[in-house]
């Protein structure tokens, strides 16, 4: 009782700030708590310019830190909040002011153990960023390196466990209420959002994440990513290796420093594919202040604190699926969708077909250039209430990620489409892991592990098929016999041979 007491004031409070800035929209959409609207228009409601998702965007910055990045977890899901206020959600900035130096410093000492001098020769007291879960200074080792340094914010740990209680609350009031939502997931998305912040706010796993897409990256001539000091990093201090160079969007200055802007768009288009296709493992926040040219050409990623992973079942189903919209060929995109599961089997194949065909003309029949795929995805998103598709959270995390990646090529060249570019490498992976022998290694490599599970199989089934000759709860007696009995396991020999010969036709249907 007093928690929801509680919570209740809270969103109350909250109501305030959304009607204050004239944001009320995403309650009143969801039909939640009428006559807390009522009572906040009546109150507090002002009006002001601009878009819904502008509006919104403010109110969220005034809310505080866990409301700008639940804004931004927003923004990846057009189904919830529709296409133009996503898109304003997308923009919003994680920019706060920083916090004093003197805490970043009793931080440091304390996570690392010694004083900051033992640590580096030098530490910038300014610092070069901050946003609303961590603040960035520059530095140097004491061995002479340049580095940068991450420390959290004091207190974030228990303001975010305070916005997240909430927000659970407020999910679990959506799904009792609004049985209808639940298809939409709100308690998983709220999971979803609490993993993600849990795990921003240990600096060793954004550490962690950045070694892996390094290794993932090794030798690549056009993406690396920053070393990591690890003698330097603990769960509220990331210490990694400095980066200069030019923001990759800034497309005049880096002509002028000697760059080819379509060589970097192919390096990004590549870096992009590879990063999903191949790896699985995505940066999932690689807006322009997190990509840096440096003057070799390289592109270098920093700020690892949001990643995504698509497992091979769901690449398979991308893969699938651009290629199947970039042929037109819509009768197989919704084939994958019913493959995949992503589409109840009950729903008409011909009406998604025809969706589909609706959704992708208008962008397919633009030039080159123009055709967006991440608008293409952030459409389909949108018929997903009509079809009964349920959230899949890591596509509209990639789905955000296309968006900010596509804006980028555009500025670099307006006139370029970088999946034009990745093109080449899609098909190649496609014949790789789609084509007939990708099929006929997959089929041999299942029929392998099911040999390997026989012995445990056939083992299971002569346990059953001994206790089936004595009652439950008796045991024949030894006096009964002239001899032992003969062993159990020579009554089961044609299960054995069947299960041989099933290993054998498994086999040969993999390979003919």
């Known amino acids: 009782m007093y928690r929801s007491a509680r919570n209740a004031w809270r969103l109350l409070r909250i109501a305030r700030t959304l009607a204050r800035h004239d944001a009320l929209f995403p309650i009143e959409r969801a039909g939640v708590a009428p006559f807390l609207v009522r009572v906040a228009k009546a109150l507090w409601k002002r009006d002001l310019p601009g878009r819904p998702g502008q509006r919104l965007a403010a109110a969220l910055e005034a809310l505080g830190p866990s409301f700008i990045k639940l804004g931004q977890m927003l923004s990846t899901r057009p189904d919830l909040m529709g296409e133009e206020a996503a898109n304003d959600l997308a923009g919003l900035r994680d920019h706060l002011p920083p916090f004093e130096t003197a805490v970043a410093r009793a931080t ?41 340094v991450k420390v959290l914010r004091p207190g974030i740990e228990d303001a975010f466990k305070r916005d997240i209680e909430l927000f659970y609350w407020c999910a679990e009031m959506l799904e009792r209420l609004l049985p209808e939502f639940r298809r939409l997931k709100p308690y998983e998305v709220v999971r979803t959002f609490e993993e993600s912040v849990e795990m921003e706010m240990d600096l060793r796993m954004e550490a962690s994440a950045a070694v892996e897409l390094g290794e993932n990256f090794a030798g690549d001539p056009g993406f690396r990513v920053p070393r990591i000091d690890w003698e ?32 970097i768009l192919a390096n990004a288009a590549a870096a992009f594919f590879n990063q999903v296709f191949r790896d699985g493992f995505f ?32 690449r398979y ?117 789609r084509g007939p022998e990708a099929r006929i290694r997959a089929a041999v490599r299942h029929g392998f592990e099911t040999l390997e599970k026989l012995p445990q199989l056939v083992g299971r089934l002569d346990e059953a098929v001994a206790s089936l000759g004595s009652a439950p709860g008796t045991a024949p007696s030894p006096r009964r016999y002239a001899h032992p009995p003969p062993r159990r396991h020579a009554r089961v020999w044609p299960l054995w041979a069947a299960i041989a010969a099933l290993a054998v036709a498994v086999l040969l249907v993999a390979v003919f």
Request: net charge negative; glycine share 6%; with cysteine.
């Open 283 to 314: 940066h999932a926040d690689q807006h322009p202040g997190n990509c840096f040219v440096e003057a070799d050409g390289h592109i270098c990623a920093i700020d690892f604190g949001i990643m995504g992973r698509l497992d091979r079942d769901h």
């Open 232 to 263: 330097r990093t603990a769960r509220r201090v990331l210490t990694l290796e400095r980066v200069r160079g030019i923001a990759i969007d800034r497309r005049e200055e880096l002509i002028a420093a000697g760059h080819d802007p379509d060589a």
């Open 317 to 433: 189903y991308l893969a699938d699926m651009l290629m199947g919209f970039l042929r037109r060929d819509y009768e197989t995109v919704a084939e994958v969708h019913f493959r995949a599961g992503f589409v109840p089997a009950h729903k008409s194949k011909a009406a998604f077909t025809q969706a589909l065909r609706a959704i992708a003309e208008p962008i397919m029949d633009k030039p080159l250039h123009e055709i967006s795929v991440a608008r293409l995805l952030g459409l389909l998103f949108e018929v997903t209430e009509t079809f009964e598709m349920e959230t899949q959270p890591q596509l509209l995390l990639l789905q955000k990620t296309m968006l900010v990646t596509e804006g980028v090529g555009r500025r670099l060249n307006p006139k370029v489409n970088m999946w034009s570019m990745a093109r080449p490498l899609i098909e190649s992976w496609m014949r790789e892991h």
């Open 108 to 148: 440091i000492e304390r996570e690392l153990g010694g004083p900051l001098e033992k640590f580096f020769l030098r530490f910038d007291d300014k610092a070069v960023a901050a946003a609303s879960i961590a603040q960035v200074h520059f530095a140097a080792t004491s061995d002479g390196h340049e580095v940068a």
